[in-house]
């Protein structure tokens, strides 16, 4: 067996104690697989109930349809829905009969409910609290994701934003009983309501939300809102508005109401709508809240570079993107998105998440022409998914946008975005990379490599570099200096407290104008400069390691601004406590070799 | 999620009182499944287990019998039973096996009562060990060498790029080799 394989044969067929221990430590399954499997138990289930094999029919015949469609529609549309919102993850969509919803008989006789049973829980859970919620994200998601797995008209709404929520109250015999405990997210686009998403906080299902969500009565609700605000309710027959004179609109409902409440009874505040309530919203263009700002440089009909940038913002936790962006087009006042080329196979985005740094800039070059080709001249925005999130689970997604314009082709700049970006680039476009993505990418590229003391790849640039300097040509190098921590070099302590930061990784870069030599150095997963110097001189310095030392020879090129100076006199500038024995130096460049 | 709770919530919805109970105990349902087949079956056929086994508790479960409490005794069983018989079957390569029928129940001697209990020490040192990686090197192993799930499936579960998971799996399983060396455990 390799080094670095693992065979844990030995966890299997295991008693009940390990058993749990994995179970209760690890997840077996992601909320897709969840999703997915639960929809083929019930499959599974509803064939031997429908196929009515014996020994099943026990345990089905105590059960019958039950016609008590009050709060039942409520609960079915929540249950059917919830599957819905599971579905982004990744699972197919259900489309739920409600014939399916029965509710048991005990002892052979329907026995009523009370309206406790329906209310569930009253514990409100503050809406901003549901907002960070990840469930609510993917929620939101079904609106201004390509797919439009809710099949709303209109939809993706890639501007969408939700507007302050409301909750409706439960009426019967012409009172109001209780709060509907269920937050509505009216989500809200051009001003327009295009739906809800749905937060159940009566029936929690492993102490989590439900959410659930659609189009549902939005468009009713729009049109009532033009004749003035209204005060939301439900009843047995489905949920209604109510005017302050005291009329009734139906919302969704298939009858109209007959009862005698009054708008007084109704209103209790969290239930109203008035005609602006949309323009109140607490779920948006977050992204510029954030501090997050997104410019499109070096355009070009194939690709652009966007640069991200964050400044100030509020509730601002960790910022991150991924591959994803989105090309829209402006025609006619609106934006439209671009169709896609037609591909053979469904596009495939990665899953990496880059984050962004807080008080940084960064740049990325995006092509899109597998993806939309080469675009025609025209009026354009990019459209980035930026995540920001305060721990796991919770997050809040929302799109930011970089306007460009994409000129008559002249067939000059197209050609920019074909190749790789220079490891000068990496550098100046503050390409944020982790130290392992950093180091894979060095080793590909004509960069030194410097990993654990020793120059491991590039030796050959790196001549280049001094060939050009000793002919006093112009030249630049980037280096890269990896640092692991080795635990058995330090003390057990300070490899607990240091050990989550390593490994680091630094780019350098070098550059030669023909006088002076210009260096600049940073993490590879910060922006921040850590160094920024000019030197006047670089020394090569060589010397010969006592026997004791692992490797016999050293070999240095180092920055400096006396070109007198000596290996001793570096070496004690480095150790001496003195400070006045201090002597500026940068290593740029450190070899060691038998 | 205890009896009362499932018949309550059955009583108003069927599948809502599913999908809470699947939510509830398909970790766990998984784990005993996958433990048993895990060298025998693919995944596509221990995840219809799941399945199976789930449809069976719906079937099977009688919202008029009067038990009470944690429900994790009666699903175990029924897990336990329907993966010892899909076992059987593809061990025995037989197309159909009685989940009720007792050979389904293994018998164990005295020596392999002592050399179980031995094993099962075992797993303890082992499954602590990994615990003692932290996160997310522990799920990284679990996933990776017990469920076998692939690097980029990983990195959902714990936010990392699939370039992390390889570079940190390496880490983790030279770590804990030597955590283990250090009480004779070699794997």
């Known amino acids: ?594 | 999620m205890t009896h009362e709770e499932f018949r309550d919530k059955k009583k108003i919805s069927s599948e809502q009182a599913h999908k809470e109970l699947f939510e509830a105990y398909c970790g766990y349902v998984y784990t005993i499944v996958f433990n048993r087949l895990r060298s025998v079956a693919a995944r596509e056929d221990i995840e219809e287990c799941l399945c199976d086994v789930f449809a069976d508790v719906y079937c099977y479960y009688d919202p008029g019998k009067n038990v009470s409490g944690d429900m994790s005794g009666f699903i175990g069983t029924i897990a336990r039973r329907k993966a010892a018989a899909l076992y059987k079957s593809i061990i025995s390569g037989a197309e159909t096996v009685s989940i009720d029928d007792e050979s389904a129940q293994q018998l164990i001697s005295e020596q392999d009562a002592e050399r179980e209990a031995a094993a099962n020490e075992q797993r303890r040192i082992i499954l602590g060990k990994i615990a003692g990686l932290g996160e997310p090197d522990s799920t990284i192993i679990i996933q990776k060498y017990y469920y076998g799930r692939s690097a980029a499936e990983i990195a959902g579960m714990v936010k990392l790029t699939p370039e992390n998971i390889r570079v940190r799996s390496g880490r983790a399983v030279k770590k804990l080799k030597e955590m283990l060396e250090k009480e004779d455990i070699s794997l």
């Open chain 1, 1 to 594: 067996m390799q080094k670095d394989e693992l065979d844990l044969d030995i966890l299997e067929n295991a008693d009940s104690r390990t058993i749990e221990t994995l179970s209760e430590r690890y997840s077996a399954l992601s909320d897709s697989d969840v999703s997915r499997l639960f929809a083929r138990s019930e499959e599974l289930f509803r064939s031997r109930t429908t196929e009515g094999r014996g020994e099943y029919s026990t345990s089905v015949s105590g059960v019958e349809i039950y016609h008590r469609p009050l709060w039942q529609k409520i609960l079915t549309a929540a249950a059917s829905m919830v599957l819905i919102c599971s579905a982004v993850a990744g699972a197919a969509i259900f489309c739920k009969n409600n014939s399916d919803y029965r509710i048991g008989k005990d002892g052979g006789e329907s026995s009523p409910r009370s309206i406790e049973d329906y209310i569930g829980s009253t514990e409100e859970i503050p809406y901003e609290t549901v907002l960070e919620n990840g469930k609510f994200a993917m929620s939101y998601d079904n609106f201004t994701c390509d797919s439009n797995p809710l099949q709303i008209s209109g939809a993706p709404y890639r501007d969408a934003v939700v507007a302050k929520p409301f909750k409706s109250v439960l009426v019967e015999d012409d009172k109001v009983v209780a709060p509907l405990n269920e937050w509505e997210f009216p989500v809200v686009s051009g001003g327009e309501y295009v739906g809800f998403v749905n937060c159940d906080m009566r029936f929690l299902m492993n102490q989590e939300l439900g959410f659930w969500g659609g189009q549902m009565f939005a468009p009713k609700l729009n049109e009532a809102l033009e004749k003035g605000s209204i005060a939301i309710f439900t009843t047995v027959d489905g949920t209604y508005g109510i005017y302050e004179d005291n009329t009734v609109v139906a919302l969704a409902a298939d009858v109209a109401y007959s009862g005698s409440i009054t708008f007084e009874q109704v209103d209790q505040g969290y239930n109203l709508l008035t005609t602006d309530s949309s323009s109140d919203i607490v779920y948006g263009p977050m992204s510029k809240e954030w501090g997050v700002t997104l410019k499109a440089l070096n355009v070009t009909p194939t690709g652009l570079t966007l640069e991200c940038s964050q400044s100030g913002g509020k509730k601002v936790h960790e910022l991150s993107t991924g591959s994803y962006f989105v090309i829209q087009k402006l025609s006619g006042g609106v934006w439209e998105d671009v169709e896609y080329l037609p591909q053979e196979y469904e596009i495939g985005w990665t899953s990496e998440a880059w984050i962004i740094q807080k008080e940084a800039t960064a740049a990325w070059n995006v092509e899109w022409d597998m993806i939309y080709g080469e675009l025609p001249a025209g009026e354009y925005r990019i459209g980035k998914k930026i995540m920001n999130l305060r721990e796991t689970g919770a997050f809040i997604e929302n799109y930011a946008f970089a306007e460009f314009t994409v000129q008559e082709d002249d067939g000059s700049a197209a050609a920019v975005c074909e190749r790789e970006p220079s490891p000068e680039e990496i550098f100046e476009n503050n390409k944020i990379l982790t130290a392992e993505e950093a180091l894979e990418w060095a080793y590909d590229n004509p960069v030194v490599v410097q990993d654990d003391g020793q120059i491991t790849s590039g030796r050959d640039v790196w001549d280049s570099f001094f060939d050009s300097v000793n002919a006093k040509k112009p030249a630049s190098v980037m280096c890269v200096y990896n640092y692991v921590l080795d635990e058995e070099s330090v003390s057990p302590e300070l490899y607990e407290e240091e050990k989550d930061l390593y490994p680091q990784l630094f780019f350098c870069l070098l550059r030669y104008d023909g006088e002076v030599f210009h260096v600049k150095m940073r993490k590879s997963d910060e922006t921040k400069l850590d160094t920024d110097e000019t030197y006047k001189y670089l020394l090569h310095l060589s010397a010969e390691n006592p026997d004791t030392a692992l490797y016999r020879y050293t070999d240095q090129y180092v920055l400096v601004n006396d070109p007198s100076v000596t290996w001793e006199q570096l070496q004690r500038s480095m150790f001496s406590s003195q400070s006045s024995d201090w002597i500026k130096h940068s290593t740029v460049y450190m070899d060691m070799y038998n």
